[in-house]
């Protein structure tokens, strides 16, 4: 038997065992903090198995921790949980399940030790250490855990086909869990998901989402999406990504096959950040590809006014999944919409004028904008690699010195629509807004500096051309 004493050598275990071995409790710690600690990964949450009333046994253990800890108590669940230093401890009393067709939400009972062990979702779940002083740090497995922890593969303890449609969300928690742990699903499982993939549809977009956001947040999600899309459960999820998939030819004329390159600047990006909004933009970045394509005799294939189509298509797919429609998917929105802009501005000599709009155009997000656009880069091609990151660079060093000069991130115009008004005495017309876009203008474009004594001669000069006095 393996003793695992070291995963459980934090005070907060022998308080626990003692707590059990005095009232004649049976208790383990299992699931993901086992799971983690045997693959030396850094777990917050420790889940504890006990047989007997979770709830009241948290109360009791956090009471005997400190008077102060609050135990947060889901009744319908028969679960408790506290925070104890870096910990999130969670108890729940030993149960079986039971499901019907249309919830994926189990009716409850208490069951035992090997019921609770055996409605567990997958065989790396399904290990548990014994808190119990005589066995105490003694490993239970029996589903050998351990053998898939080894070679790096997910099965689930019992028939794969009831775990999945009982509780259907567990299709999605396999393939995340493959994203999170570099490891692979196996092949039977892959079988089965594409059999039960329309059961999906039973659970909520919430918890979609929330195992999307995994999948995105992990280093390597393009293992996460192909297996989504492998599966089948892609289309049933985010079909704006699999309708990007395919190579069109048509008189000997090929396009890129927009999926897979997706997912290389989804790869890409998560080398440069951790920003879940920024992961969410390089992977709808081109979803405006499919409805837009088209193949001209002349030029080949097109995709004309994706970005634009796609920036309309981020605000569906938000909703339908009923993400945040906040001022996250409008810089998603914004990241999408303008994930061309660098491309074109690199491609020619790189002026100022030029950076200013992008600076105006993506205010705060245009550091994000570039790093998309480098995650963009995916030729296969060396030298063009190469002179498409030179003219990053280049553009990010414009970017700085512009910066410093014209302070142009969330421009904010230096003569306001009340000075017009009360310069020329005028009532709020169009006139104001054509003078103010000029002013813009002419700082953007660099004929003017971005100051009020500059701005304000311009709206002279303006008002004298629209034939306004100035009362002077
Ligand atoms: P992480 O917290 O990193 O997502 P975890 O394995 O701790 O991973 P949780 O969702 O916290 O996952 O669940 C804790 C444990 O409860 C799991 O390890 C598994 O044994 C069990 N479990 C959770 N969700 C399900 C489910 N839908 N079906 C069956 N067992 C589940
Ligand atoms: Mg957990």
């Not at 065992?17 to 005095?22: I, Q, V």
């Not at 956090?62 to 108590?73: F, G, M, N, P, Y």
């Amino acid at each position: 038997m393996t003793n695992l004493q070291q995963a459980i050598k934090l005070p907060v275990f022998e308080k626990i065992s003692s707590y059990c071995k005095e009232n004649n409790i049976e208790c383990y710690v299992v699931g993901g903090y086992v799971r983690d600690f045997l693959l030396k990964r850094k777990s917050k949450d420790i889940d504890v198995l006990v047989l007997g009333n979770g709830i009241e046994i948290a109360k009791n253990i956090a009471r005997s921790l400190d008077e102060k800890i609050q135990v947060t108590v889901f009744n319908t669940f028969g679960t408790a949980y506290f925070k104890y230093k870096d910990f999130e401890i969670e108890f729940v009393g030993a149960r079986k399940e039971s499901y019907s067709s249309n919830s994926r939400n189990p009716i409850v009972e208490s069951g035992t030790f090997k019921e609770d062990i055996d409605r567990r979702d997958f065989k790396i779940n399904s290990m548990a250490i014994s808190l119990h002083p005589k066995s105490f740090g003694d490993l239970i497995d029996l589903h050998n855990g351990l053998d898939d922890l080894e070679n790096c593969v997910i099965n689930t303890p019992l028939d794969a086909v009831i775990t999945f449609s009982d509780d259907p969300l567990r299709m999605l928690r396999a393939i995340r869990f493959a994203s999170q742990l570099n490891f692979s699903v196996s092949e039977k499982l892959i079988r089965i998901i594409n059999e039960l993939k329309s059961r999906i549809e039973i659970v909520t977009n919430e918890r979609i989402v929330d195992e999307l956001n995994k999948i995105l947040l992990s280093d390597t999600p393009s293992i996460g999406f192909n297996l989504l899309e492998k599966t089948g459960l892609l289309d049933f999820i985010l079909p704006e990504i699999t309708n990007l998939k395919g190579i069109d030819e048509i008189e000997g004329q090929k396009h890129k096959d927009n999926f897979y390159h997706t997912l290389e600047v989804l790869d890409n990006i998560c080398k440069s950040t951790e920003n879940l909004w920024l992961r969410w933009a390089a992977l709808l970045h081109d979803i405006g590809k499919a409805p837009t394509k088209k193949f001209d005799k002349k030029i080949g294939w097109t995709f004309h006014g994706h970005e634009f189509e796609g920036s309309k298509m981020v605000y569906k797919l938000f909703k339908r999944l009923k993400m945040p429609l906040n001022e996250k998917m409008k810089y998603v929105q914004k990241l999408v919409l303008m994930s061309s802009r660098p491309i074109v501005l690199a491609q020619n000599n790189v002026t100022d004028s030029a950076v200013r709009r992008l600076i105006f155009d993506a205010s705060d997000a245009v550091d994000d904008l570039m790093t998309l656009c480098e995650a963009d880069i995916t030729t296969k091609n060396k030298s063009r690699f190469k002179r498409y990151h030179e003219n990053f660079r280049l553009v990010r060093e414009k970017i700085i010195k512009v910066e410093e000069k014209d302070n142009i991130r969330n421009f904010q115009p230096p003569i306001t629509g009340a000075e017009i008004m009360k310069t020329f005495n005028l009532k709020p017309c169009k006139t104001i807004g054509s003078i103010k876009e000029s002013i813009k203008e002419a700082i953007l474009e660099g004929d003017i500096e971005n100051n009020y004594e500059e701005a304000f001669k311009l709206m002279i000069k303006e008002g004298e051309k629209l034939g306004l006095s100035d009362g002077k």
